[in-house]
């Protein structure tokens, strides 16, 4: 290219893709054809005189990001960059509530039910809200222990009604009951029933995930060792919700859900956008299992997990994306 068409094609250049111009209105300030047009913006771009950089915050990773979302079938995946220190001991990273806080502010729109089940990444999500639409925010689950001070879940609830504005239907009593004539007298309370009375509206979701193991699951930390071992026995592999899964993502030990204050599996399925907080090495084949549920649309993980996932060579997930979408097309 000569001079003249160096500098012609720099001016095009600066109009299409710094100034926003179409490639016909370029042609018309310039005197020629829209095709002479795309043909120097190719030629821009082979001779290096535009460089196209993409560029994200640098504790995201596009790449693992966007390969876990079309692997998995899911609406939004967002992988952020383990800790360096982190061990395969550790719990989910805390500044995966902090990105998750930011996808929350996207999916979430004016008018939502907003629904918070149980678990330590859905806490640091709601600590970490600082922007979120007026919307209705409702708990999902009981807590780990109504008898303690730390109601960590009815606290998230709270926080997210405050960021939005909105009412807060928070549930008081424990996630886990002895049996399942407890549990129900409790479902028929005045306010867990008013809260239940919600779970059809809601329509974003956040959970967490936890691998059944002690330290990783809020309900095998809160069963016997009888327990334990008995829904080892079924199989049991990922805990989402008080709901068990296998590694192949089919539910299991269904009697205990009688005896838990959460939101039912149907009801999850049903709703539009379903965000799942999970991440760790400790914590990947949990995450896998429940993908391959089709509870979950979104996920928030990190690279530790995600390498993991994408690895993996099981049973084909089930992509949520078959539900309709939250636009009802």
Not at 205 to 216: F, L
Request: aromatic share 4%; net charge negative.
């Amino acid at each position: 290219m000569g001079p003249a068409e160096l500098v012609q094609a720099a001016a095009m250049a600066r109009r299409f893709y710094l100034e926003g111009k179409s490639k016909i209105q370029i042609a018309e300030e310039f005197g020629v054809s829209r095709f002479k047009v795309a043909r120097v913006l190719e030629t821009a771009l082979e001779r290096d005189l535009v460089r196209i950089e993409i560029r994200v915050p640098s504790e995201l990773d596009a790449e693992r990001s966007d390969a876990l979302r079309a692997r998995y079938g899911l609406r939004h995946a967002v992988v952020v960059e383990s800790p360096a220190d982190a061990s395969e001991e550790a719990a989910d990273p805390e500044n995966l509530g902090e990105v998750a806080a930011d996808l929350l502010g996207e999916l979430v729109t004016e008018g939502d039910v907003l629904g918070l089940a149980w678990g330590r990444s859905t806490i640091h999500m709601a600590a970490a809200l600082h922007r979120l639409p007026p919307c209705t925010v409702v708990q999902l689950t009981g807590v780990y222990d109504a008898g303690t001070a730390d109601r960590g879940s009815v606290e998230a609830v709270r926080r997210a009604a405050d960021v939005s504005g909105g009412e807060a239907h928070p549930i008081y009593a424990p996630m886990l009951l002895p049996d399942p004539a407890t549990a129900a007298a409790l479902r028929g309370q005045t306010g867990i029933a008013r809260a239940f009375d919600y779970f059809d509206k809601v329509t974003v979701a956040c959970v967490s995930i936890g691998s059944w193991e002690p330290g990783v699951s809020t309900v095998y930390d809160m069963l016997s060792d009888d327990e334990r071992a008995h829904y080892a026995s079924l199989g049991a592999a990922a805990e989402m919700s008080a709901h068990l899964f296998d590694t192949e993502g089919r539910r299991i030990g269904r009697d205990l859900g009688e005896r838990c204050i959460t939101v039912e599996a149907d009801r999850l399925r049903r709703i539009p956008e379903v965000v799942a907080i999970a991440g760790g090495r400790r914590k990947a084949a949990a995450i896998g299992a429940v993908l391959r549920s089709g509870l979950v649309t979104s996920l928030v993980t990190d690279t530790a997990a995600a390498d993991h996932l994408l690895l993996e060579t099981g049973p084909g997930p089930r992509p949520a994306l078959e539900r309709t979408d939250p636009d009802g097309a």
